[in-house]
């Protein structure tokens, strides 16, 4: 049975104090007994001298020392006296008769300890009257004198010490204890509190909060230890809520994330990454560490099993099924890494359209340049007659006007692509704007012959940008005057809405566009004809930018040809 820190404490001052106090009674009681023996001896030794000086006195030429027994009465009746010469033979003894009968007493403990010193003492059972006695004996020159007193009780009491002082021990020994008792137990409460506070922390239970602990050091302590455990819970909570606000992050983000052990033992997979997982290995898989065995992270292990020390980066493209994929490594200090897969399939096609469409500008600014330094080399050069000089200067009229309408659809298809928050949006009513692009259209429909009929609900109204809604509807009806032909009729009307969109149909009744062509229709300068757009001074961009302002406003639109001929065009935009 293990004991508590109270028993313990208690236990050890019991043992220490128990020692203390027996060792104090024990050389006290050795104190008292050698002082009460030292008196008992002082007062046989001034038996030993009263003898002494009367044998002095009294002495007899024929060395009789039958008158000490006038001594011996007026001494303690119990005391024993004898007499012994310097050869040990008895010349005298208080209790024996006949001293011939009493052996050579040289050899007793206490005769030869006077022989060699000023007084000798025993304690021994006499030979000649079989009783015990405590012997005390002088040398004087010539003869012992040796008295002795019997061992009794009165005499050993008489030598033994004081049991007061032993009471007085045991009652402070007492008190001592109870004081070790009140102590301990209040270092048990402490150490006990402190092993609860300990013990919740371990089960990571809550400290109550009317905990207190007593006002000595262990309180102390415990006092900083719940401080620092308050603090450390604040900052695990802190922690668990970054990692909580971490992992919302990894599993709502379009990037794939899988963080590694320094032994390529998954930590930490987003469903991003199990998925892209599944479309590079082509088959369905939850297993992440079978990665390294496919041909798509083939450069990502060379790169951490031969990186230096300083290289922590490494990228790689992969493609499968349509997509691009980058697939990056970063290693960490403690050697542990991550894997991300992020789709770049839009980057890179956004990357290749803008690539494109550089090349396509160059492409189409390089004719109406090239045309307009012609006709202003030709007049600068040349002498000509007013009719060709005003020849050559319409036409390089038209060269500017075409390189400006270039320019400015250029400019605002990139707007709508990379700022769309710099249009403003306003409330537009559709029929007045149509209106207006009636009266703009008016002198290019007359010119060939068109019909326009417009049928819109006259109090129609969206919130967009009014020039960009202009725009939808002046490039689709620049595309029917341009390209259907001559005689035809061109039909704007809305044609139903709900709550959030209006749905329109803009056609014409021309040639139509071949269904092989209809896909591509919408794409950034692809001609139906390498030369239509140049020969009617278009840009190219018309329909790339009627889309991309339907798409601004949240809308959709498709292309179709018609049954009874012609192109259509089916719309949507958002109320």
């Given at each position: 049975m293990k004991l508590n820190y109270k028993q313990r404490i208690f236990g050890f001052m019991l043992i220490l104090f128990a020692i203390f106090s027996i060792c104090i009674i024990i050389s006290e009681q050795k104190q008292e007994k050698k002082y009460r023996t030292e008196a008992l001896e002082s007062k046989l030794d001034g038996y030993v001298e009263i003898i002494h000086q009367y044998i002095a006195l009294n002495q007899s030429g024929d060395g009789n020392l039958a008158h000490v027994d006038e001594l011996i009465k007026i001494l303690p009746q119990d005391i024993r006296v004898t007499i012994i010469n310097g050869e040990g033979n008895v010349l005298y003894d208080k209790d024996v008769s006949d001293l011939k009968t009493l052996d050579n007493h040289l050899s007793r403990p206490e005769v030869r300890k006077a022989q060699y010193q000023d007084f000798g003492t025993n304690i021994r059972m006499?030979?000649?009257?079989?009783?015990?006695?405590?012997?005390?004996?002088?040398?004087?020159?010539?003869?012992?004198?040796?008295?002795?007193?019997?061992?009794?009780?009165?005499?050993?009491?008489?030598?033994?010490?004081?049991?007061?002082?032993?009471?007085?021990?045991?009652?402070?020994?007492?008190?001592?204890?109870?004081?070790?008792?009140?102590?301990?137990?209040?270092?048990?409460?402490?150490?006990?509190?402190?092993?609860?506070?300990?013990?919740?922390?371990?089960?990571?239970?809550?400290?109550?909060?009317?905990?207190?602990?007593?006002?000595?050091?262990?309180?102390?302590?415990?006092?900083e230890l719940v401080h620092i455990f308050n603090e450390i819970e604040n900052s695990k909570r802190n922690v668990e809520i970054e990692r909580e606000k971490l992992i919302q992050h990894f599993q709502y983000s379009e990037v794939g994330l899988c963080i590694f052990t320094s032994d390529f033992q998954k930590i930490y997979a987003n469903t991003h990454f199990i998925q892209f997982l599944n479309l590079i290995a082509n088959r369905p898989t939850f297993d992440v560490n079978s990665l390294f065995e496919n041909e798509a992270f083939k450069p990502i292990l060379q790169f951490l099993n031969t990186r230096r020390k300083d290289q922590n980066y490494s990228a790689s493209q992969y493609e499968v099924g349509g997509k691009i994929l980058s697939i990056q490594v970063i290693v960490f200090d403690d050697k542990s890494f991550e894997i991300t897969i992020r789709d770049i399939t839009r980057i890179e096609k956004n990357r290749l359209l803008k690539q494109e469409m550089t090349n396509n500008i160059a492409h189409e600014l390089r004719t109406p340049v090239t045309s307009l330094r012609g006709y202003l080399e030709t007049l600068n050069e040349q002498h000509l007659p007013e009719d060709k000089q005003a020849f050559f200067i319409s036409r390089a009229y038209l060269q500017s006007i075409r390189l400006s309408n270039l320019i400015e659809d250029v400019s605002l298809i990139s707007k709508i692509e990379e700022a769309p928050a710099q249009f403003v949006m306003e409330q537009v009513n559709l029929s007045l704007l149509l209106d207006e692009l009636r009266i703009d259209m008016a002198s290019k429909l007359k010119d060939n012959n068109i019909a326009l009929s417009i049928s819109v609900d006259k109090d129609l109204v969206i919130h967009g940008n009014y020039t960009l809604l202009y725009s939808i509807f002046r490039n689709l009806m620049d595309n029917s005057v341009n390209y259907a032909g001559a005689n035809i009729e061109i039909h704007i009307n809305n044609y139903m809405q709900d709550d959030k969109y209006v749905y329109f149909s803009f056609y014409d009744t021309g040639v139509g566009v071949g269904e092989q062509y209809l896909g591509r229709l919408f794409e950034r300068f692809y001609r139906v004809n390498e030369g239509r757009t140049r020969d009617s001074g278009g840009s190219g961009l018309g329909l790339s930018i009627v889309k991309n302002a339907v798409l601004l406003h949240k809308g959709e639109i498709q292309v179709k040809n018609r049954l009874d001929g012609g192109l259509e065009f089916l719309f949507s935009l958002m109320k």
């Open positions: 006499s030979s000649s009257t079989q009783h015990e006695y405590l012997y005390y004996a002088k040398y004087f020159q010539t003869y012992f004198i040796r008295v002795a007193l019997p061992y009794n009780v009165e005499t050993q009491s008489s030598l033994q010490a004081d049991n007061l002082f032993i009471y007085i021990v045991i009652i402070l020994f007492i008190i001592i204890l109870i004081l070790v008792n009140i102590a301990a137990t209040r270092f048990e409460n402490s150490i006990t509190k402190l092993k609860d506070f300990t013990s919740r922390i371990k089960t990571g239970k809550p400290l109550p909060e009317d905990t207190k602990f007593p006002d000595d050091e262990l309180g102390d302590i415990s006092k």
